[in-house]
Each structure stands twice: as C-alpha cells, then as structure tokens.
C-alpha cells in the first residue's frame, strides 16, 4: 500500500479508500490451515487480474510450530513478496510478537483476542484490532470444529476488509472442498460468512484496490513447484525417478499422481542413486527422464550424472536448493548448489545449468531444459530454491496445444550409427535408442569408460584428448545459441547489479527504486548459468561496479558463487558480491542497503 | 519368443507406445560370430567366458534378435560384459545396473533386460538395489557372476569370499561372515532365484532360459570362476576337479520359500537348480495396469487437453 496508505477510519464512519497494493502476512502455527489462506487469497487475485507473489515459512516438524504465510497483491506489477507487511493477522502471542517488526508503522495487527494479549507499548505504532476468532468461530460451526475453521473465519475478515469478490471467493471455497463431504464445505462457507459479517467497518476503514489493467489471456495460479511439474509434463517427459526430500517432493508427487494421465510413470526408488539411475537408464530407453532432489540428494547422485555426462546421456536433474550443508535449514530458501550444479563431480564433466527466475519461468524452463537435453544428449540441471518452489503467483495461462510436446522416439532402422562420431564438427552426434535396428549389425555401447566412436573402452591419449574436446565443444555450440539477457532498467551507468534465480523480483524493485532515488542503476538476470551466454562482458563495460546480488556465504574470498563464476570469466575486478544467508529472501531495502555501504566504502 | 505380450495403447505420449515392430521377416536366428562384438578381456581360463558363450547360445536359440535385446553391467570383471555382444549395451557405473536396467524395463516393454555382473555389484555396492528390484519384481533376468574374490582391482574379498579367504585386504584371512546369495535372495521377495556353475554349460543354459521365460525379476547366480585370483574355489561343485554337482532334489517345491531357504543352509558345494520360482505381479504390470485405470477417464483427449484440465483448474 505504498501511495494510499491504511489509516484508521475516523469516529467509526464506514469509509472505502482505494489502494494500489497491500500485503498481508498471516502468522500462526503450521497446523492452521494459514497457507490455505494465502492460497485463497492468491488464487482470487489471479481470477482478478491482479498481480500476487507470496511468501511463506514452514517448520520442517511435522506440525506445531510457528509458521507464516505473507501475500502481496497489487493492481500494479508485483516483483517481491513485499519488505513490510500493511496487515498482520496474528494467531498466537507468539505469531503477535515475532512478527509485528515485519508490520510497517501504522499498519493493521488483526489478532485473535482469544490467545493474544496487545502489548501497550505497541499500540502507539501500530493499529491494533482484536476479534476473538477462536470462539467466534465455534460459535458459527459448533464445538466439534475445535480449531478447524478458524482460518476460514479469518479469511472472512480479509474479505471485508479490502472489500473482496465474495461470490469468487465462496465458488474458490467451495471448489477447495469439493469431493468432500457436503457438511464439510457447508462448515467453510459457515465460518467464511460469519467472518466476513463481524463488524470491522465501524473500528476501521474498508479498502478496495484500483481497478488493474485488463490482462490478455487467463491467469492461472500455482507455485514453482507445480510449474515445474507441468513444465516437464508439457515437454513430453514421461518417465521419473525420485527420492522425496523437501522441497523437491512436492515435485514428484505432482508427477507420480499426473503422468499415468499420459501413459507415463514415476518411480519411488530406494535411495538418491537408485533414482538418477533408472532416469538414466529410462533416457537410454529414448525419452528424455528426469529425477530431482535437494542439495544432499544431489550430491549423492553426482556418480550417476559424471556417467550422464561420459556416455553422452539427455537427463534432466532438478534441485529444488535448501540452505546446507549437510542437512542444513531444510525448510529455508539458499543459492548454495551453483557450485555443485556447474562443477560437482568427478573428472572433467561439463554439464548445462539452467535457472528458472519465477514460477512461470519454471513452466518454460523445464521445457527448454529437456530440449537442450534431447539434443545435445547431456544431464541438464533445473536450479529451483525452496523460495521459487512455495511461492505461488500468476501468470498467463500457456497456450498447451502449442508448448506440449511428443517425445516418442523412432525407432526406424538405421544403416550405421557411431554414438560417439568425432567427425562432426560441433560434437553433437544423435543417437540410436535400444529396438532400433542398425543395418550393418555393429551395435552402439553407451559407457562411463573413455570410449573411441562405437563406445569400446580405450586408454588412447589421443581418443581421451579428442573426446573431452567433444564434450566440451557441445557446450560452446549451445551457448552460441543462447540470446544475451535483456538488461532491466539503466543501460548504462553506475551500478549493475547480477542476479540468478528467484531473486529477480527483488532485484528488479531494488532497480526500480534506486532508479527513483536519481540513481543509475540497472540489472541483468542470468537464467543459462552453464554454459553463460556470449556478450555479457560488453554489458558489463557499461557500468562502473557490478554487484552480484545471491543468497550464498561470500566465501572465503569474499565472493558469492556465481560471482566467483564471473570473476574466473571475465576477469573483471569491477565483480563484487552482494551475498547472504539468512534463509530468508531479499529484501529490497537490503540491497540498497548493501550497494550503498560498499559504494561508500570504495 | 515367449516374452509376454504386451498391450500398446493408442495415445502418442505413451511410454509404451511404439512403432509396431517390422512384421516377422525371413531373418534368420543370429550366429555367434553375428553376435560376437570386442575379444574378451578375460583371463585365460575365467569361467566369465562359459557365460558369455551360454548367452550367445541362447540368443540364437531363441532367436533373439540385436535390437530386441539389451545388456546391461556395472563395474567388475564379468561387467566388461556388455562389450563382447553385439546389440544395444550399457556399460554403467559401479552397483546401480539393476535401477539402470529397471529405468529400460519400466519404459520399453518391447525389450528383453539381461543384466550382468558380479558378487561385488550385486551384493556389497549395489546390495540394496537387489533388495528393491527383488521386492518390486521389475521384469529382467540378472546374472550374478560369483567368483568369490575382486578380480578387476587384483585379489580384495568380496561379500561372498568365505571366512578364512586370504585376501589383500585380509593377508591373515576374510574375518567377516559371507553373504548367502540364495537366503538374501529369497528374503528380498525375488520371484525367480536360481544357481549353476560355469562348469557345467548345459545347466547354466537351461536356468538361463527358464530365468527369460520367468515374467518377473528373475535372478540366477552363477559360480564363475577367477583362476587368476582365487583358483580352485568351486572344485568342489566340479565333477572333473572330483567334486558332486548336486541338482535341486525334484521334490522340492520351488513355491516353498522355507524350503527354498533351507536348501540353501547345505554347505558348499550344495544345490544347483531353480531354488524358488512364485508368479507374482511385476511392476511393470501393475503400473500398467495403473495407467490403464487413470487412461480411461481421459480417453480420446490429446495430452495439451489432459494437462489444460489440471490448468483450468488453477484459474
């Protein structure tokens, strides 16, 4: 709400202001039902044509813990998650006190008289507004309801208070609950109502958001976990193989549960190297597979992906990054594997990184991934993070008919085949899937040993030297064919800040800002991550300090790692890193933050 | 051939959907020499190349043709494997060729998976992958070439080396207990378990073809021999070297998992023969059989329509 603020009606007269934007952070404990909300919430915003971006926390126990949900919708373009909530609703004293620092001054803490007790030296800052939604809630659905139920009642709150579609809001209600008993969805809409009549308008004002620009095409709305998902889904893969580990399960449920629908299947394996195995092994098959995992996972699978990058096998690996190492903060949001997706592995394995930078991005990633896959015939890493995996946004609805893709292979005779060709120039052989038969009857081997052009094992230092060449020279030949990034605001000027990732929002409204203040200021998003595409260091020519902004420890040398990635390519001193791990996502004001300490400093 | 017919349904996107294979033409059954591809590696005298010859042997028997068939090895001796035959062949990576060969088996019905390797692969490194094939029962037959020793990096024991084994890394003797590959293997819920020794190639061919004609995971160990390294271990099973070959008693009930287990308690040399053999579903059946289920709702929709479904959802 950062042109009309949220101000306390005056005298109790009802009173309807428009806003531009508003975000609300929902505080309660993991069990609640507060991402239902939020998803709620999410969802109607997409069906409004508004923007929306969410955040959220969980415990990586079960249930019990603290745990929070933020939304920020805006009629305008959403970039972040949103640096200070204008609405608090807090659960517990505990979800009261941790987080009213995250309410901006003067905004709304909307608690729940039943647990909470307002603190009096808050009440100064920020308006406080109690309403006892535990019994409130009770009372609407009887007592059997215990806690259930209470989230909804919330969300009736929400409703009144921006003024929300309620008809749009019941049919999202009741399509959440359908299939389940009639009583069920009956209790939802009982507890909805009854939040949405409480009487808020006399203590505070209502508010309604700007009409947003008509958007073309439907929205749809989903996090990039499920994009993800159905961008693989879309690229016409059909075989899987995991091991569930957060954040990536999420993923392979959706494609265990989804690929039947398309004659495909997904494997719960026994363990990490079992997964990326029978992916390989399905990908021999002719279909290009995927298996994914966390940063642990990964690192267990990095045998497997060396044998994927020797015997010139497509392969997708998506990492859905977590902090680490080790089991680290398996519920917080890291971009600590670019080193372990660009370099982990054994021996010379060259291999493509690619990284979505929101969850639509995810969709047409996982599409572009398994095509760089099928043909340059190499794993290709999908670099998620635990941020981009929850957060649900929306955006235009694909046109599927066109992005869907059929990957059966052929199977037609061939009259030779060499797997392993050294006479093509850009490295790039096809290869014979297992059921073709190959006229001259000399069949192709795929092996993990250095190999001459039929896949039998040599020691020849010449084939070793020719054949690393070839692996190599792939990568060039795709990186030719990657277009230079768009820079985001300045084209030139003092600061250029770098980012990967899912911290492109952030970065974008830091620009934006800074841009504000008089400042020059522009960014770069980089989504191929190996191989980097050409031209970025006559971008990097146009600014006087380049700041790689990530969510990584700056190291021992005082770089992040896509800047130490930078910094070994383009030797440019003027490279510096903006790095952090908190587990948390960027702020925008600690960007600014951040460059402008450094900038003072030099 | 008598691998199971399998059920090609109509949508493009299936994994199991494939060109029809080319109508049964005038080829004739492969010979060796068709089939031979690199000379084996092999040491003079390794019981490995009875195996390999025995496969050759079945392939032209039953008339198997290149691309119908694929074999796959880890890492080891007898996993140089796949180089010496001439069709489709994956030379993997230490212990993980059953999760390789069981990602082919899942998405190729059309294919027959043979899997080779030895004690090392199938028991030590890649021992839990045994255990999750076997329980899921994906269809292949996998060949474990038991020599009792580590043979491609000179002479460590293996799970199998028995105790008392003088080893590079046991100078004083193997101290730790040995796998009994038939118990585990019963105990892991594999469908089709079955033991023969290099020495004998009649036998090693008619377990080898009755583990192809098994619809399920069909295991067979095969007691091969390193005469480089541990020279002289089954002497005892070899009628030549004056030992007894002992077939499975023919009252024994293969269905029997007790009986099974209880064979294999004989000291060595024991039984040879087919230890256990249960029809059970396969994975690959049950999966398909789940698709079949979840395909009929969506039939005659394209698969932009199918997930346009889930989209519309998401509205």
């Not at chain 1, 507890?191 to 309604?208: C, P, W």
């Not at chain 1, 990908?283 to 597979?289: E, I, K, L, M």
């Not at chain 1, 070994?568 to 402008?596: H, N």
């Not at chain 2, 038991?146 to 293996?158: A, F, I, M, R």
């Amino acid at each position: 709400m950062s042109n009309a603020t949220l101000t306390a009606a005056p005298d109790g007269s009802p009173k309807v202001s428009k806003v531009s934007e508003a975000v609300i952070r929902i505080a309660g404990n993991s069990q609640d039902g507060i991402q239902a909300i939020g998803g709620f919430l999410a969802r109607l915003a997409g069906r409004s044509e508004q923007e929306v971006m969410t955040f959220m926390t969980i415990p990586s126990t079960i249930s019990g813990a603290p745990s929070i949900f933020q939304v920020r919708i805006g009629s305008g373009e959403v970039l972040s998650a949103g640096d200070e909530a204008d609405v608090l609703l807090a659960f517990y004293q505990h979800s009261y006190e941790d987080h009213i620092n995250s309410l901006r001054k003067g905004g709304i803490v909307l608690y729940d008289e039943d647990h909470v007790e307002p603190k009096p030296e808050w009440q100064q800052d920020y308006r406080h507004l109690g309403v006892p939604i535990s019994s409130r809630t009770v009372e609407a659905i009887g007592g059997t309801a215990k806690d259930k139920g209470k989230n909804i009642y919330a969300l009736g709150l929400v409703a009144r208070m921006f003024d929300l579609n309620l008809p749009k809001l019941e049919k999202l209600i009741r399509e959440r609950f359908t299939g389940k008993d009639e009583s069920i969805v009956n209790n939802a809409l009982t507890a909805f109502h009854a939040g949405y009549a409480y009487n808020l308008s006399g203590v505070v004002a209502t508010y309604q958001f700007v009409e947003s620009q008509k958007k073309e095409g439907a929205q749809v709305v989903m996090n990039g976990n499920e994009a993800l998902g159905y961008g693989l889904i879309a690229a016409g893969v059909r075989f899987g193989a995991g091991y569930p580990i957060t954040p990536w399960s999420d993923v392979m449920e959706l494609l265990r549960r989804e690929l039947p629908k398309y004659g495909g299947t997904f494997v719960q394996c026994e363990d990490e190297i079992a997964s990326v195995s029978m992916a390989l092994g399905a990908s021999y098959g002719g279909r290009v597979a995927v298996t994914g995992s966390s940063g642990p996972g990964i690192s267990l699978k990095t045998e497997a992906i060396g044998w994927g990058v020797m015997a010139e096998m497509p392969l997708i690996i998506c990492n859905v990054q977590r902090g680490g190492p080790s089991t680290g903060m398996p519920t917080n949001v890291e971009q600590s594997d670019l080193n372990q997706a660009v370099y982990g592995g054994h021996g010379d394995s060259p291999r493509v990184v690619l990284a979505p930078a929101d969850v639509e991005d995810c969709f047409y990633t996982a599409i572009e991934a398994v095509n760089i896959a099928r043909k340059f015939n190499i794993p290709v890493f999908i670099l998620s993070d635990q941020s981009i995996a929850t957060r649900i946004e929306a955006f235009r609805e694909p046109d599927l008919e066109k992005v869907c893709q059929d990957l059966s292979p052929d199977l037609s005779p061939i009259p030779d085949q060499k797997p392993y060709d050294l006479s093509i120039a850009d490295g790039v052989t096809p290869r014979a899937v297992p059921g073709t038969r190959i006229l001259s009857g000399k069949y192709p081997i795929v092996t993990g040993l250095e190999h001459d052009e039929m896949g039998h094992p040599t020691g020849s230092p010449k084939l070793h030297l020719q054949m690393s060449a070839k692996r190599r020279k792939k990568l060039q030949t795709l990186a030719a064919t990657f277009s230079t990034p768009k820079v985001y605001g300045a084209e030139k000027g003092n600061v250029l800040f770098v980012g990967w990732g899912s911290t492109q929002g952030p970065i974008r409204e830091a620009v934006e800002r800074a841009r504000a203040a008089g400042e020059q200021v522009g960014s770069l998003h980089i989504r191929y991550i190996s191989p980097l595409p050409n031209g970025l260091e006559k971008i990097f020519a146009n600014y006087n300090h380049i700041f790689v902004v990530e969510m990584n420890d700056e190291g021992i040398y005082g770089f992040g790692q896509l800047a130490m990635l930078l910094r070994a390519r383009y030797c440019d001193p003027k490279i510096r890193s903006i790095a952090k791990t908190d587990g948390l996502t960027w702020k925008v004001k600690d960007i600014l933050e951040r460059m402008r300490t450094k900038l003072a400093v030099n | 051939m008598s691998l199971p017919a399998t059920e090609i349904p109509a949508r493009t996107g299936n994994i199991t959907a494939l060109p029809a294979a080319p109508a049964a033409d005038e080829r004739k059954g492969l010979t060796k020499k068709e089939l031979a591809a690199d000379h084996p590696t092999w040491c003079p005298g390794c019981g490995d190349f009875s195996v390999l010859a025995l496969y050759f042997k079945l392939i032209e028997k039953r008339k198997l043709w290149h691309e119908k068939i694929t074999t796959v090895a880890g890492i080891g001796c007898s996993s140089r494997f796949p180089y010496f035959v001439q069709a489709h062949g994956v030379h993997f990576i230490h212990g993980r060729a059953l999760p390789f060969a069981s990602g082919i088996s899942l998405s190729r019905p059309d294919l027959h998976v043979f899997v080779f390797g030895g004690d090392g692969d199938a028991f030590s490194i890649g021992g839990n992958h045994l255990n999750h094939t076997a329980r899921k029962n994906i269809k292949m037959t996998y060949v474990i070439m038991d020599n009792w020793v580590y043979g491609l990096t000179k002479k460590q024991t293996s799970p199998t080396s028995p105790q008392g084994f003088k080893s590079k890394t046991d100078t004083w003797g193997a101290v730790d207990y040995p796998i009994n590959p038939m118990k585990q293997l019963v105990s892991a819920g594999a469908t089709f378990i079955a033991r023969t020794t290099h020495t004998n190639p009649n036998h090693v061919l008619q377990m080898m073809e009755a583990a192809m004609d098994h619809d399920g995971f069909s295991v067979i160990e095969c007691l091969s021999e390193c005469v480089e390294f541990y020279e002289g271990a089954f002497d005892a099973s070899n009628p030549r070297k004056g030992g007894v070959f002992n077939l499975v008693p023919p009252e024994h009930d293969v269905t029997d998992e007790m009986a099974a287990y209880k064979l294999a308690d004989a000291s060595f040399p024991g039984y040879f023969g087919v230890f256990y053999k249960v029809n059970r579903p396969t994975k690959n059946a049950l999966e398909a059989k789940i698709n079949g289920t979840v395909q009929e709702k969506f039939k005659g929709l394209k698969d932009w329509q199918i997930l346009k479904k889930n989209f519309d959802r998401m509205k």
